[in-house]
Antibody
Framework: EVQLVQSGAEVKKPGESLRISCKGS????????ISWVRQTPGKGLELMGR????????SYSPSFQGHVTISADKSTSTAYLHWGSLKASDSAMYYC?????????????WGQGTLVTVSS | FMLTQPHSVSESPGRTVTISCTRS????????VQWYQQRPGSAPTPMIY?????PSGVPDRFSGSIDSSSNSASLTISGLKTEDEADYYC??????????FGGGTKLTVL
């Protein structure tokens, strides 16, 4: 059974760094791209970026370029989303999702989500 | 471009409901449309991909289509069940493969 299991909820202060994780199981982790999606009440669902775990090639949506870093460790089948300096506006639910083999425009499995709260 | 969905729809159990997703510019047929179901407190679940394809495990009560004349995509749910009550999102992508999500439609089954 394909599963993506994300790390737990985080409460951080502005300016702090954070890395959340997404561990894949039940399939060959390097065979599918992983995306990260942000969900907020105000802006809804937004694609942040994607990574190919086989070679760690990443692409970012313009709104998130330079503010987050996506990485992957194929030895542990885990993808990561990292912030160097959090802002209050980063408070959101974050999901990782596996992209379908047909193309990187659709997903088939999602993690359960990680709630990030940034508050002073 | 933007994808516009109705904020909410409601229908009775056993009936059929259709949720629309209208593309603001460019042809709806240019890029595949996906649909997601999200129940409260849960992650989105893919229900339709590539306009009309159902992932394995999705009941055939769910179907997707596109209509070039109205430049929109539709998700149709037949034989409504109370468990179908959820938010539904459409999603497509642009020339640079950036995804665009609709704002979501709250389906009430009453």
């Amino acid at each position: 059974e394909v599963q993506l299991v994300q790390s737990g909820a985080e409460v951080k202060k502005p300016g702090e760094s954070l890395r959340i994780s997404c561990k894949g199981s039940g399939y060959s982790f390097i065979s599918s791209l992983i995306s990260w999606v942000r969900q907020t009440p105000g802006k809804g669902l937004e694609l942040m970026g994607r990574i190919d775990p086989s070679d760690s090639y990443t692409s970012y949506s313009p709104s998130f370029q330079g503010h987050v870093t996506i990485s992957a460790d194929k030895s542990t089948s885990t993808a990561y989303l990292h912030w160097g300096s959090l802002k209050a506006s980063d408070s959101a639910m974050y999901y990782c999702a596996r992209l379908r083999p047909e193309g990187d425009y659709a997903t088939d499995y999602w993690g359960q989500g990680t709630l990030v709260t940034v508050s002073s | 471009f933007m994808l516009t969905q109705p904020h909410s729809v409601s229908e009775s159990p056993g009936r059929t409901v259709t949720i629309s997703c209208t593309r603001s510019s460019g042809s709806i047929a240019s890029n595949y449309v996906q649909w997601y179901q999200q129940r409260p407190g849960s992650a989105p679940t893919p229900m339709i991909y590539e306009d009309s394809q159902r992932p394995s495990g999705v009941p055939d009560r769910f179907s997707g289509s596109i209509d070039s004349s109205s430049n929109s995509a539709s998700l149709t749910i037949s034989g409504l069940k109370t468990e179908d009550e959820a938010d539904y999102y459409c999603q497509s992508y642009d020339f640079s493969n950036s995804w665009v999500f609709g704002g979501g439609t709250k389906l009430t089954v009453l």
